[in-house]
């Protein structure tokens, strides 16, 4: 049966600690310009339903310089644009390539490839999680200031796909998880249970950001959600990260965006372009933690 990284606790913590390492080891490889062509010949289908810069760029830039190569593949000039079942589009694709990625609208369809794949599928974002992002923001912590065992992380905004993943890794790597959410935006009641104490949800975002060590946020409309705009940027007024909310946060707090970021919205240009924020480097770790997710699936 091939693995799979369908959600973030797909790897059990312990694998997903050591791909971290795996991931610092590969940035300094790549870093010295020293090959490391651990997929050599593999190839990676990557299926993008929605709009991305960083997940293709690190996905395609990441398998190329592990020796295999990544194949675009768009709703709009593939069949799946046409309407050919997610379930036949696995069972074709498993017969040529190694791996599957994909961004996609329902977890439900990220789940069907895996069903009926014969290749591991990673999720490159759906509505509900995005689980490749915080391995790359959980690399950016690591590499900073160590483990994130008993740190305190706020996420200020809506409790969306990045949110979720945040919540789950919160539970399994053992940290503080405060969001600070206008009411009709909270995370989904049964996530937050499955959480358990590692997850408390506020609606007063300074007492979500309150002795933070991290704090990140995210768009208040994803992609999906453009309809609901200007109804969703009055709810979030008073939740923007800006100077004065990040007084609240410890002095040393890093500040980290998975992007892309609206300026003057969930953020001030002061915290993204300030000295706390880490956005660059983390947007870079992409590259690199994924590099770890794929040499673990498709070595
Ligand atoms: N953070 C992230 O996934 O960025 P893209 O939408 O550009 O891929
Ligand atoms: N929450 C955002 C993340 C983009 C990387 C979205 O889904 O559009």
Not at 6 to 18: E, F, G, I, V
Not at 49 to 74: A, D, H, N, P
Request: aromatic share 6%; net charge negative; hydrophobic share 40%.
């Amino acid at each position: 049966m091939s693995k799979h990284f369908l959600l973030d606790t797909d790897l059990d913590a312990a694998t997903y600690r050591s791909l971290l390492e795996r991931a610092r080891e590969l940035k300094a490889l790549q870093r010295a310009g020293t090959p490391h062509r651990t997929l050599d010949g593999k190839v990676l289908a990557m299926i993008f339903e929605k709009s991305s810069t960083r997940t293709r760029v690190s996905f395609e830039t990441g398998i190329y310089q592990l020796g295999g190569m990544g194949l675009y593949l768009s709703t709009r000039d593939s069949q799946l644009g046409r309407g050919e079942p997610i379930a036949d589009t696995a069972r074709a694709l498993s017969e040529m390539v190694d791996a599957i990625m994909i961004r996609t609208f329902a977890q439900d369809t990220v789940e069907q490839l895996a069903e009926h794949g014969r290749v591991p599928v990673i999720n490159g974002l759906t509505d509900s999680y995005h689980p490749c992002q915080l391995l790359a923001d959980m690399q950016t912590w690591f590499d900073r200031r160590g483990d994130i065992r008993g740190a305190r992380v706020a996420w200020i905004g809506d409790a969306n796909n990045v949110c979720n993943s945040w919540m789950l890794v919160a539970k399994h790597l053992g940290f503080e998880l405060h969001i600070g959410c206008p009411p009709g935006f909270a995370p989904d009641p049964d996530l937050l249970k499955l959480c358990g104490s590692s997850v408390t949800v506020h609606q007063d975002p300074r007492a979500a950001i309150e002795q933070a060590d991290l704090v990140t946020t995210d768009v208040f409309s994803s992609m999906g959600q453009e309809e609901e705009a200007a109804q969703r940027l009055s709810a979030f007024r008073g939740y923007q990260v800006d100077d004065t909310l990040m007084q609240g946060a410890s002095k040393d707090a890093l500040f980290m965006h998975c992007l892309p970021a609206h300026r003057g919205e969930e953020v001030s240009a002061e915290v993204i372009d300030g000295p706390q924020s880490v956005v660059w480097e983390q947007a870079g770790n992409r590259l690199h933690a994924q590099k770890a997710l794929m040499e673990h699936l498709m070595a």
